[in-house]
T-cell receptor, first 111, second 113 residues
Framework: EDQVTQSPEALRLQEGESSSLNCSYTVSGLRGLFWYRQDPGKGPEFLFTLYSAGEEKEKERLKATLTKKESFLHITAPKPEDSATYLC????????????FGAGTRLFVKA | EPEVTQTPSHQVTQMGQEVILRCVPISNHLYFYWYRQILGQKVEFLVSFYNNEISEKSEIFDDQFSVERPDGSNFTLKIRSTKLEDSAMYFCAGRQGSGNEQFFGPGTRLTVL
């Protein structure tokens, strides 16, 4: 069964305290893995797409990496404005390219 | 920067009533999607739509749901007879023909009483 599991469920950091979020997945016919940011009451905001093991993408304080079974979102020196829920999703490469989301990691960054 | 828009932002309806949720995708997008997110739960895929037909749908998307692109710009989700458990945020998303990332709208909060 296709599945996306994110850990931890919630993460509290002090400003400047770097950490990593984990996304493990099992999916048949992976087309791509995505990271999104979601603020309360808003739609997911696209961050990164990763396609193959070993690939890395960076944007400001965020870096996403991918292996055959999991992906990490590394947050370097976070700021309070990085507080949000970070969603991992996998897209199947068949049919209508269905995207399966994990439950997300709620990140709180305290000043 | 172009954005996906959705209307209304909040819809309150009585159980058994029909609702239509509306989305205006980004103009150069070709693939369209509806997702829902029950409060505190995962974002769940409902349906994908391409070339004026459904390309895939989930088990949630039963006969009570339908989608339409009536005029080449709007993309709608209709729920024929709403149930209490349909209360959720509904997100529309779209993507270009090239590239796989989907861009989401701000959502419609549906409350069924």
């Amino acid at each position: 069964e296709d599945q996306v599991t994110q850990s931890p469920e919630a993460l509290r950091l002090q400003e400047g305290e770097s950490s990593s979020l984990n996304c493990s997945y099992t999916v048949s016919g992976l087309r791509g893995l995505f990271w999104y940011r979601q603020d309360p009451g808003k739609g997911p905001e696209f961050l990164f797409t990763l396609y193959s093991a070993g690939e890395e993408k960076e944007k400001e304080r965020l870096k996403a990496t991918l292996t055959k079974k999991e992906s990490f979102l590394h947050i370097t020196a976070p700021k309070p404005e990085d507080s949000a829920t970070y969603l991992c999703a996998v897209q199947k490469g068949t049919g209508g390219f269905k995207t399966i989301f994990g439950a997300g990691t709620r990140l709180f960054v305290k000043a | 920067e172009p954005e996906v828009t959705q209307t209304p932002s909040h819809q309150v309806t009585q159980m058994g009533q029909e609702v239509i949720l509306r989305c205006v995708p980004i103009s150069n997008h070709l693939y369209f999607y509806w997702y829902r997110q029950i409060l505190g739960q995962k974002v769940e895929f409902l349906v994908s739509f391409y070339n004026n037909e459904i390309s895939e749908k989930s088990e949630i998307f039963d006969d009570q749901f339908s989608v339409e692109r009536p005029d080449g710009s709007n993309f709608t989700l209709k729920i024929r007879s709403t149930k209490l458990e349909d209360s959720a945020m509904y997100f529309c998303a779209g993507r270009q023909g090239s590239g796989n990332e989907q861009f989401f709208g701000p959502g419609t909060r549906l409350t069924v009483l």
